[in-house]
């Protein structure tokens, strides 16, 4: 079959495959395949038991996979026969070096870029799909113009799902992106991403800019949600040292139509693979350009998130007696948010750690998350422990704390997990899901985010 584009995808991760299947599911005359250098990654993607739960990811991909939508390792072959690129490879902090700490890591990037460059044979569209450093567009057409034969164009088209939401992200975005270069085959290259999104989305909500608003659009639009969460969570903590409750401050302040109600929810902290490494990335590229004070501004949002780990830590340490030891404690969630099996940068690897160098014992529960937790937390000494029921993990702890807002915790039989544990207990509701009034009543001690403690001492 003769298909309208050939679109090739580099990176079947959380963007790469299931950006990928939208498409292919809303053009079925796109032929879209999506390779990886992770085999193990790219044989999941074939089989029943995808590489991420994602709702709804299992639908598209079986009304998809195998008629237009393609997962394979061939990259080279990948390369010459498609002339759309979607480049959606892994772009984590860099730990070693110069930018150590603070600088994305550009290679994984860069081996795509120069792969790209040796085995292209025909005209490319090649579109950054990724979060990149401003600029980055400029160095892929310099690696690319190595090539003195083939002719490329580089365009920008940042992803702006979250994982738990992403189909329905895909399918509804707020807007979709497409940064460009201003010429006569930019413009064309552009005008064909745009086609493939009007396929689904509407003309309005396709967004054109310059290739470097749109790169600095992405880390932008991130650190303001990051930011939002750091200011609610900042204020957490004067909630509960003057009596105030963050819920009802959260409230009244987005209901200022200004504002809006969207990113309140104080917690235990953000998490996930991005916006942390993405706020650095801009910090860095902020120092860069000898923006100081730039820079500790947006450092600041990092610098709240991780006090209100270590807040957290401390009132489950202050609260039970300032002694861990030996003490049984439930982990209620591990993923980074509901709706993922995704921990990276989750807040409970960091509450974990802490807790078994207190010399507490874990046990951690999550409907997704245990594979993930398991890696996450190989090689860590102490004792844990890994069970799927709830209410089997919290059996003789001393304390439960709820890290993930999974739906399935507000409706725990909270009774009968309050009977089978230790006695005072402690709950620590690192989500303020819960119904705090009804477990103090029950027996707990009950210490939310940014509301006075209940207990009965
Ligand atoms: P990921 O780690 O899940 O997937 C990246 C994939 O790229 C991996 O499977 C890796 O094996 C593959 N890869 C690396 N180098 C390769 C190469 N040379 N050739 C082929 N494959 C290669 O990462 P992700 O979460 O999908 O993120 C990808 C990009 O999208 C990042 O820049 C991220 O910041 C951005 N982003 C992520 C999200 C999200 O929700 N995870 C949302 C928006 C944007
Ligand atoms: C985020 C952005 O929302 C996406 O638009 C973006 O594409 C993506 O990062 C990315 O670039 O990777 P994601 O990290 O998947 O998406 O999830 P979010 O819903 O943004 O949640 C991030 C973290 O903030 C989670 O740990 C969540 O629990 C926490 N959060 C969120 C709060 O603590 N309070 C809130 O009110 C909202």
């Given at each position: 079959?003769?298909?309208?584009?050939?679109?090739?995808?580099?990176?079947?991760?959380?963007?790469?495959?299931?950006?990928?299947?939208?498409?292919?599911?809303?053009?079925?005359?796109?032929?879209?395949?999506?390779?990886?250098?992770?085999?193990?990654?790219?044989?999941?993607?074939?089989?029943?038991?995808?590489?991420?739960?994602?709702?709804?990811?299992?639908a598209v991909i079986a009304a998809t996979r195998g008629k237009n939508l393609f997962f394979g390792a061939d990259i080279e072959a990948g390369i010459r026969e498609n002339d759309i690129i979607f480049v959606s490879v892994n772009t984590p902090t860099k730990v070693f070096g110069v930018?150590?700490?603070?600088?994305?890591?550009?290679?994984?990037?860069?081996?795509?870029?120069?792969?790209?460059?040796?085995?292209?044979?025909?005209?490319?569209?090649?579109?950054?799909?990724?979060?990149?450093?401003?600029?980055?567009?400029?160095?892929?057409?310099?690696?690319?113009?190595?090539?003195?034969?083939?002719?490329?164009?580089?365009?920008?088209?940042?992803?702006?799902?979250?994982?738990?939401?992403?189909?329905?992200?895909?399918?509804?975005?707020?807007?979709?992106?497409?940064?460009?270069?201003?010429?006569?085959?930019?413009?064309?290259?552009?005008?064909?991403?745009?086609?493939?999104?009007?396929?689904?989305?509407?003309?309005?909500?396709?967004?054109?800019?310059?290739?470097?608003?749109?790169?600095?659009?992405?880390?932008?639009?991130?650190?303001?949600?990051?930011?939002?969460?750091?200011?609610?969570?900042?204020?957490?903590?004067?909630?509960?040292?003057?009596?105030?409750?963050?819920?009802?401050?959260?409230?009244?302040?987005?209901?200022?139509?200004?504002?809006?109600?969207?990113?309140?929810?104080?917690?235990?902290?953000?998490?996930?693979?991005?916006?942390?490494?993405?706020?650095?990335?801009?910090?860095?590229?902020?120092?860069?350009?000898?923006?100081?004070?730039?820079?500790?501004?947006?450092?600041?949002?990092?610098?709240?998130?991780?006090?209100?780990?270590?807040?957290?830590?401390?009132?489950?340490?202050?609260?039970?007696?300032?002694?861990?030891t030996g003490k049984r404690i439930c982990l209620l969630g591990f993923a980074f948010k509901a709706n993922t099996g995704d921990t990276r940068e989750s807040p409970a690897i960091v509450i974990a750690g802490r807790l078994l160098e207190e010399q507490a014992e874990v046990v951690i529960?999550?409907?997704?998350?245990?594979?993930?937790?398991?890696?996450?937390?190989?090689?860590?000494?102490?004792?844990?422990?890994?069970?799927?029921?709830?209410?089997?993990?919290?059996?003789?702890?001393?304390?439960?704390?709820?890290?993930?807002?999974?739906?399935?915790?507000?409706?725990?039989?909270?009774?009968?997990?309050?009977?089978?544990?230790?006695?005072?207990?402690?709950?620590?509701?690192?989500?303020?899901?819960?119904?705090?009034?009804?477990?103090?009543?029950?027996?707990?001690?009950?210490?939310?985010?940014?509301?006075?403690?209940?207990?009965?001492?």
């Open positions: 079959m003769k298909y309208e584009k050939n679109i090739l995808c580099i990176g079947a991760g959380y963007v790469g495959g299931p950006s990928m299947a939208m498409i292919a599911y809303k053009c079925p005359t796109c032929k879209v395949t999506v390779v990886d250098i992770n085999h193990q990654r790219i044989a999941a993607w074939n089989s029943d038991d995808l590489p991420l739960y994602e709702p709804g990811l299992d930018g150590a700490g603070m600088a994305a890591d550009l290679q994984y990037w860069e081996k795509t870029a120069r792969q790209i460059l040796q085995y292209s044979q025909s005209p490319k569209i090649v579109i950054e799909k990724g979060t990149l450093p401003v600029k980055t567009a400029l160095a892929m057409e310099r690696i690319l113009s190595n090539n003195k034969t083939v002719h490329f164009d580089v365009l920008s088209n940042p992803e702006f799902l979250s994982e738990g939401t992403a189909l329905r992200d895909l399918e509804n975005p707020d807007r979709v992106l497409i940064g460009y270069r201003d010429t006569e085959s930019g413009i064309m290259a552009r005008d064909t991403i745009v086609e493939i999104y009007a396929h689904w989305v509407p003309q309005e909500r396709i967004i054109t800019s310059s290739i470097w608003s749109s790169e600095l659009s992405k880390l932008v639009a991130n650190a303001f949600l990051a930011q939002r969460i750091s200011s609610i969570n900042a204020i957490s903590a004067l909630c509960e040292r003057a009596d105030a409750d963050i819920t009802e401050v959260a409230t009244v302040v987005g209901m200022d139509s200004r504002l809006g109600n969207k990113f309140l929810n104080a917690s235990v902290g953000f998490g996930g693979s991005c916006f942390k490494k993405d706020i650095l990335s801009l910090v860095y590229l902020c120092r860069h350009y000898g923006l100081n004070e730039v820079a500790d501004y947006w450092e600041g949002v990092v610098k709240i998130n991780q006090y209100q780990n270590d807040r957290f830590i401390a009132n489950m340490l202050s609260a039970m007696f300032n002694t861990l529960s999550d409907p997704k998350a245990l594979k993930n937790a398991g890696a996450d937390l190989e090689g860590i000494a102490g004792k844990i422990s890994y069970v799927l029921d709830p209410h089997e993990a919290a059996q003789g702890c001393h304390a439960v704390a709820v890290l993930t807002e999974w739906d399935i915790y507000r409706d725990l039989d909270f009774q009968k997990i309050y009977d089978n544990m230790a006695k005072p207990a402690f709950i620590f509701d690192g989500r303020n899901i819960l119904d705090h009034k009804r477990l103090f009543e029950i027996g707990f001690n009950v210490y939310p985010i940014g509301k006075p403690a209940l207990t009965h001492f």
